[in-house]
């Protein structure tokens, strides 16, 4: 029998996804735009993506789903889906992968469909190739999904084409044809940043439901940390394409162990930290290829030392478990430099 789309994926708490030390270049020169990037997700687990813009979000998650585009190439590392090793697989495997295991959803819904095909038919033709549903029970089982991601009226929706939905029904759409083959793991690459404020609550709300009842796992990227506080559960903070800290999203905002991510949550908003007209964090990153002998963020931090910009610096498991990529973490989380609390009393009132 085929399986059913509210089946759960995966067994909670079993690894999903993991990627180890990824390295990605980009362009004829290969420069290195993501390097030793490694984290894994577990099943019903919400990890998020959050960096400013070229850190390597994008890149790293469409490595997973196997589509980089033209001119990146993975020049390090391993990436496995539940013990298929992903970077091993030749172009017919990954096509078998990404279209049952893995779902995807990015910023712009419409340009994922195809505009002369009904809504429908997009979704009930993955379901009879790869389910082996027939006809109507493809039809029936795309009537369901649209239900179950909130679509109304769901039967004249199967009927219409792209162009008549609106961009959140148009993303409920295509979250539906992302999790109709009872993926392990939903990529879901600024899915919401186009959407209205209301529109953009719901898709998440379902996002969130998505991952309960099934045991999805989830990656998200976000430039909103808002939604990563209230959505995932770990917090992977990119900077010029590597991790620089890794931990349980509330542990993490409550206290950031590295000046990144202490900058970046500052410049947030979050709760009474809605200030977006501080200044953002002075400087810009390195760019990609760019290779500075120490810390990639040492001459935008307030916290640096002489000694950050001399040797390349790890990123470190603390005691606690989460990461982080700073020679001077142990001391700066000592002295309380980094906590909420006091960026809180140095933004102006
Ligand atoms: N196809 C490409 N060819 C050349 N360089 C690329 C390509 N794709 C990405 N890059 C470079 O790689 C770096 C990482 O890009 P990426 O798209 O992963 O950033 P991001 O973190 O997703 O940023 P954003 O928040 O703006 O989406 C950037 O410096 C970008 O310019
Ligand atoms: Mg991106």
């Known amino acids: 029998m085929s399986p059913s789309p509210s089946d759960p994926a995966t067994a909670p708490g079993a690894t999903v996804l993991s990627v180890e030390g990824l390295h990605l270049t980009v362009g004829a020169g290969r420069a290195e735009a993501v390097r030793d990037v490694s ?196 917090i992977l903070v990119f900077y010029a394409g590597e991790i620089v800290e890794d931990g349980p999203t509330a542990e993490v905002v409550a206290a950031p162990a590295h000046p990144y991510t202490e900058a970046l949550l500052r410049v947030a908003s979050i709760g009474d930290w809605q200030r977006r007209d501080l200044a953002v964090i002075p400087g810009r990153p390195p760019e990609a290829g760019a290779a500075p002998a120490g810390c990639r963020f040492a001459d935008r931090c307030a916290f640096a030392a002489e000694a950050c910009s001399e040797a390349a610096v790890p990123l470190t498991v603390r005691a606690d478990g989460r990461r982080v990529r700073c020679d001077r973490a142990e001391e700066l989380a000592l002295s309380g430099a980094l906590s909420t609390d006091r960026s809180r009393q140095e933004v102006p009132a």
């Open 39 to 234: 984290f894994s997700v577990r099943a019903g687990e919400a990890v998020g993506l959050v960096g400013e813009s070229g850190s390597g979000k994008t890149l790293t998650c469409r490595s997973v789903l196997g589509v980089n585009a033209p001119g990146v190439a993975v020049s390090g590392g391993r990436i496995d889906l539940g013990g298929t090793e992903l970077t091993a697989l030749g172009a017919r495997a990954w096509e078998q992968v990404r279209g049952s295991r893995l779902g995807a959803v990015f910023q712009d819904p419409a340009s994922y469909l195809n505009p002369s095909l009904t809504v429908g038919r997009q979704l009930a033709e993955p379901l009879r190739l790869r389910l082996g549903l027939k006809r109507a029970e493809a039809r029936a089982r795309a009537v369901e999904l649209f239900t179950s991601v909130g679509l109304h009226r769901p039967d004249e929706v199967y009927d219409q084409y792209p162009h008549e939905l609106s961009g959140g029904m148009l993303q409920r759409v295509l979250i539906a044809i992302a999790v109709a083959c009872g993926p392990e793991l939903l990529v879901a690459d600024e899915a919401t940043t186009a959407l209205d404020t209301v529109v953009q609550a719901e898709v998440l709300e379902l996002l969130a439901r998505l991952r309960t009842e099934r045991g999805l796992a989830l990656l998200l990227v976000t430039h909103d940390l808002a939604v990563v506080a209230e959505v995932c559960d770990r």
